[in-house]
């Protein structure tokens, strides 16, 4: 079976590679809500902001409702790879480069596997870690980031996850979006990428604003 990352050349499917990523975050979700998230853990996260009452009724809701999120795990990743897809596209078109949004499609998926990775090392270094350290730095980290060589408890949990993005998995994702670019013969490599990397701080931008924006409904 030959498989090509811009789609030319294989019998895989973009739902094939969609249903193996798809398969990866049921797995990393049933360790985390199984394995990783105990009461204990609520408490250690929640303790400074609620009442011990409070983290137990929170903690009893997330039990009951943790069957939702294997039904909305395939829409948000469907809606993910999406908006990075039609990301990519845009200043494709702009340029008059044709490249079809299934190749992108697929490109953009085999770019998300680095990350189904990362959150699976992730889940394991957390179940081999002492419950009573596992806060909201600790749930913040990254594996092979540059959080690695920090002390997360001297950061503001915002920036502490900004500079987990710096890591082998988002370098990666680079890579492999750029060579996708390039193998649809339609980019130079070298512009394959810096349009990779241009797409990667931009998605950077939008997290970090997401993350500014929960960090501060919650404080």
Known sequence: MKFGISGNKTNIKNWHIFLLLLAGAYINIWIMQQF?????????????????????????????????????IPIIMLIKITFVTLLTQFPLVMKLIDISFGKLFRIISCATVPAVVSTFIKNVWLLNKPVEQLNSHAMAFVPFSLTNLLDGEHYPIAVYQLLGNINIFETL???????????????????????????????????????????????
């Open 36 to 72: 990783v998230l105990t009461k204990a853990v609520y408490y250690n996260i929640y303790a400074d902001q609620l009442e011990i009452s409070r983290i137990d009724e929170i903690y009893t809701f997330q039990k009951r409702v943790n069957f939702l999120t294997y039904l909305i």
């Open 173 to 219: 994702w680079c890579v492999i979006v750029a060579e996708g670019l390039y193998l649809t013969g339609k980019l130079k490599r070298l512009d394959a990428y810096l349009l990779s990397t241009c797409i990667w701080i931009a998605l950077l931008m939008f997290q970090w604003i997401f993350v500014l924006y929960f960090v501060k409904i919650n404080n």
